[in-house]
């Protein structure tokens, strides 16, 4: 008696071979069809801003981006003139400078078609009310360009923002000492 009857095999044959011909189908329309999103994880410095609200005139504004596919998240942080923004201390939201009070505003939104949408709300020193901001620009040569409007303020402007090098060490060279 034969362990393998022609009905059978040519089953599995087609079988497996139709596995693979739809693998096939479906590894090559990813290759050509599917691109992940560029990379813009990092902080922005702004370089010039036009009409930005009156609390927010001449100061220091860095926008940080965290970026998980589409999906952004990060803070803009403000800081007075002359305190680097960024120097915190881990318990405090102020900056450790004694030269001026900075904040953070939490921001989130989304990176498609190069372009980027981010907008958040927040408390800011001088400021007579809350702000809203929304933060719509493209991610051109490691810059971003674009719009910063203030929801409250009905103001609209202009802004560069310039990438700017990381302090600290990548997550990537501190795994797998």
């Given at each position: 008696m034969?362990?393998?009857?022609?009905?059978?095999?040519?089953?599995?044959?087609?079988?497996?071979?139709?596995?693979?011909?739809?693998?096939k189908i479906v590894s090559t329309y990813g290759e050509t069809r599917l691109n992940?999103?560029?990379?813009?994880?990092g902080s922005y410095q702004f370089a010039s801003a036009e009409n930005l609200p009156d609390c927010?005139?001449?100061?220091?504004?860095?926008?940080?981006?965290?970026q998980s596919g589409?999906?952004?998240?990060?803070?803009?942080?403000v800081a007075s003139p002359g305190v680097s923004p960024g120097v915190y201390d881990e318990r405090e939201v102020q900056p450790k400078s004694?030269?001026?009070?900075?904040?953070?505003?939490?921001?989130?939104?989304?990176?498609?078609?190069?372009q980027i949408i981010m907008s958040g709300q927040g408390n800011i020193a001088n400021c007579d009310s809350e702000v809203q901001?929304?933060?719509?620009?493209?991610?051109?040569?490691?810059?971003?360009?674009?719009q910063i409007n203030d929801h409250v303020a009905k103001t609209e402007g202009?802004?560069?923002?310039?990438?700017?090098k990381s302090k600290l060490p990548s997550a990537e060279s501190t795994e797998g000492y």
């Open positions: 034969s362990h393998f009857k022609i009905k059978t095999l040519s089953f599995y044959v087609i079988a497996i071979s139709s596995v693979l011909f739809l693998f992940a999103a560029a990379d813009i994880n927010l005139q001449g100061k220091q504004l860095n926008l940080n981006i965290e589409v999906y952004l998240f990060g803070n803009l942080e004694s030269q001026g009070k900075g904040m953070k505003i939490p921001f989130n939104g989304s990176f498609e078609d190069n901001l929304t933060v719509q620009g493209q991610h051109k040569n490691g810059n971003l360009v674009g202009a802004f560069l923002a310039k990438s700017q």
